[in-house]
C-alpha cells in the first residue's frame, strides 16, 4: 500500500499524542504541514496547507478528520474512558474505505459498534504499551 493511502488518526490531541512527537516509525515518517512539531496548530488556512508528499504516512487527530476518509486506517492512542468515546469510536472507525487497523490497549474488546461495513477488513492490534512511553 503507498503512504500516501494511509492516515494514521490518534484519539489524543496532537499536542498530546506520543505517535505525532515519535513521528518516525522505522521507515515510516508522519507528516502533517498544518502542525508545529509540538503538535500545536500552526493557524493555515486549508488552501495555505502544502500538499501531501507522496513518500509519507499523514497524521491527524480523528476529531480533525471527521467527514475525510482513506484507504487505509490506523486508529491510535485512544483513550480507555472519556466523555465522548462513542463519538470518537464512531469518527475513528467510520474513516477508512478499504482496512482498518486499531491499536488498541489489551482490555478493549470488539465491540458491534466496532465491526466495518462496505467491505472495509478489518484488525485490532493489542498492544502493551503506548508509544514512546
Known sequence: MPPWKIVVLSGR???DSDAWRTRR??????????LNDDGTSKGLPPEQVPDEPRDCVVFETVRRFKG???EVVVLVEIPETT???DELLYVGLTR????????APPAWR???????AGGVTAELAPVSATVGR
Open 110 to 116: 470488539p465491540t458491534p459498534m466496532m465491526t466495518p
Open 83 to 85: 466523555v465522548r468515546l
Open 68 to 70: 475525510l476518509e482513506r
Open 96 to 103: 477508512a474505505t478499504t482496512q482498518l487497523v486499531v491499536i
Open 25 to 34: 516509525f522505522g521507515n515510516v515518517v508522519l507528516w502533517n504541514e498544518a
Open 13 to 15: 490531541s496532537a499536542p
